[in-house]
């Protein structure tokens, strides 16, 4: 009889035994956290909005008049409150010309000049004394600009306006700079022609117009950008021509890298896609499991990169009624702990894939989605989705929300924020268009984080490309997403194959990897908290004989900057420490309230 119970006892143990095995087959090794959701501190600390220095040391100068400096001003005034330039801000078409001679810098963000008449004449002797100004548009042919042309090293120009279908940059100038040239998408004739004297400094040229360029008058310098294209995809030209004013010029950035995973994990599609099978020869589950996943992983650990992945719970497209919970979660066990062990992060895309947006909510271009009969049911959907999520992965906080296709309505960020105190950071899109909820990187005084996403999937796009090179240069961050059904839509490059896509993205790594070397690979609340420390931050920066002293406000515990070296070098840092990033572009790491840098 003993015999009997000790044989069941141990045929008892074999079942547990094997079902504990299936169970880490299915689950990978169990999760352990990532350190980067760390980076995230409580909303009580986040004192600052991108506040400026009370010393005005810059003087930005826009006409309200004119249309192509009213579509400018909105991206030069972002650019000016990212880069924490403490400025004053004049309208020509309302205020007086002031007396530039009290500023450090002076930024003329309009394109036709005879507003100045001959005050333009004191705006050049302040120059000459030392006086720093940029001209952020491209100039239109006037007698104002004629009368200072010599003086912003111009030999000859036209009426006619130039092709610019390309930048091309100077060595150590920009980060990113590649053999080849990024293109621009719905080019135009944008920039004037000229011919430059020898003692112009060209950064960034088309063909045989420059683009960017610098001019030494007397003690102080003009800086031109004849660039022309004022979207939010570009900011990063303006930024670079703007640190050409100072012989140092330091302005605070995010540091950092994420890769968004859509709709992951989520239902596995069932049957084939047409590119699998013609590639593979395997069905779509099959695809998942032993192809892309495979791969995803493996270039998050060739870079260095952890993933974080946005779960869906169902794809029915139900928005009313009571929300079945779905059942069926061994794959969401599977990838989900396998992801979470890579060091990386789950986050919320979404109960199904129905933006968060209610009955009166007006779609301005045809998605295919449904619209939630109202708040309260849109709110049970993350409910639901939360009570789902939590359930699968108890030991992961859940923070990040992404809407899906970048949609959602103000009812539903509200419903986010007030809520669900747990969903600290929504990932939407940086960059704008049709229903798209474009973001800033930035804290919300609600205390909700921004954290938008640049550029996606492994499609190469000459706007796209460009973009993520203006983000590397203006807030140094880099922003990715794919999904793992890219392969089964044609728009998103599945005729093209994984072999293509999988190349692209893995191409894209190494040029973050070898432009900015260094910068943080961070999850989706890993940025977050970057953010925070990055919008928090105030900096007045004092500058005597060979000595910069940054006093910072705001400081959580680091932060970062860039800094061009224009004149000079740098000899030691106290309060932070400095990297070499490229040419004479330099990430500093700010430890302290008081930094200062000591220079040759």
């Not at 002076?106 to 000049?113: A, E, M, T």
């Not at 045809?366 to 993350?382: P, V």
């Not at 005729?495 to 900015?516: F, N, P």
Request: with cysteine; hydrophobic share 35%.
């Amino acid at each position: 009889m003993k015999k009997n119970i000790f044989i069941l006892v141990r045929v008892f143990m074999g079942f547990v035994l094997f079902f504990v095995l299936l169970l880490i087959e299915r689950a990978g090794i169990p999760y352990r956290a990532s350190e980067n959701n760390s980076l995230l501190v409580d909303n009580t600390e986040i004192e600052h909005y991108k506040e400026l220095s009370d010393t005005r040391s810059c003087l930005y100068m826009t006409d309200s008049s004119d249309a192509n400096a009213v579509n400018a001003n909105v991206q030069f005034t972002a650019i000016l409150n990212d880069m924490r330039i403490p400025y004053d801000y004049v309208d020509v078409s309302t205020d007086d010309i002031p007396d530039p001679s009290s500023y450090k810098n002076v930024v003329v963000g309009l394109k036709d000049l005879s507003v100045f008449g001959e005050k333009i004449l004191d705006y050049t002797q302040y120059v000459q004394d030392g006086g720093r100004m940029l001209f952020w548009l491209p100039f239109e042919r006037e007698d104002t600009l004629d009368i200072i042309v010599g003086k912003l090293g111009i030999t000859d120009i036209s009426y006619d306006l130039a092709m610019v279908d390309y930048v091309r940059l100077e060595d150590g100038f920009m980060l990113g700079k590649t053999d080849d040239n990024y293109n621009l998408e719905e080019y135009y004739e944008s920039s004037i022609e000229v011919n430059l004297d020898l003692d112009s400094e060209v950064f960034a040229w088309c063909a045989d117009t420059p683009l960017i360029w610098r001019r030494a008058y007397g003690d102080g310098y003009f800086v031109v950008c004849n660039f022309g294209y004022c979207e939010k995809a570009y900011r990063g030209i303006y930024a670079a021509a703007y640190s050409l004013l100072d012989d140092v010029c330091i302005y605070p950035v995010i540091n950092a890298s994420t890769f968004y995973l859509d709709d992951f994990p989520s239902p596995v599609p069932k049957g084939d896609g047409t590119y699998i099978r013609r590639d593979y020869k395997m069905d779509t589950a099959e695809f998942y499991t032993n192809v892309w996943w495979p791969d995803v992983l493996s270039m998050g650990k060739a870079h260095d990169v952890s993933f974080t992945g946005l779960i869906i719970e169902t794809y029915e497209d139900q928005v009313s009624g009571e929300l079945a919970s779905n059942t069926d979660v061994a794959d969401y066990y599977y990838y989900g702990n396998m992801l979470l062990n890579a060091g990386g992060e789950v986050g919320y895309h979404g109960y199904n894939h129905q933006p968060l947006c209610g009955p009166d909510y007006v779609y301005n271009t045809e998605l295919g989605y449904k619209l939630w009969e109202s708040t309260d049911e849109m709110r049970d959907s993350i409910q639901e989705l939360t009570n789902f999520s939590t359930g699968l992965f108890p030991s992961s906080t859940l923070q990040v929300y992404v809407p899906p296709s970048n949609v959602i309505s103000d009812e539903g960020r509200a419903i986010l924020t007030n809520d669900f105190e747990d969903i600290r950071v929504i990932a939407s899109s940086y960059l704008p268009g049709g229903d798209v909820y474009a973001q800033e990187f930035d804290v919300e005084e609600s205390g909700m984080i921004n954290t938008p996403r640049i550029v996606s999937g492994g499609v190469k796009s000459d706007y796209l490309r460009f973009a993520a090179f203006s983000e590397l240069n203006y807030h140094l961050v880099a922003t990715h997403f794919m999904h793992p059904d890219d392969l089964l839509d044609e728009d998103r490059g599945a005729a093209l194959g994984w072999e293509y896509i999988k190349g692209t993205v893995d191409e894209y790594m190494t040029w973050i990897d070898e432009s900015a070397p260094g910068i943080r690979h961070l999850t989706g609340s890993g940025i977050a908290g970057a953010v925070q420390r990055y919008t928090n931050i105030v900096t007045n920066i004092e500058e005597e004989d060979n000595l910069i002293r940054i006093n910072v406000d705001g400081l959580i515990d680091t932060a970062y900057c860039m800094v061009r070296v224009n004149r000079g070098s740098i000899l030691e840092v106290s309060g932070g420490t400095i990297s070499h990033l490229y040419g004479n572009l330099y990430l500093l790491e700010i430890n302290e309230n008081v930094v200062e840098i000591e220079i040759r």
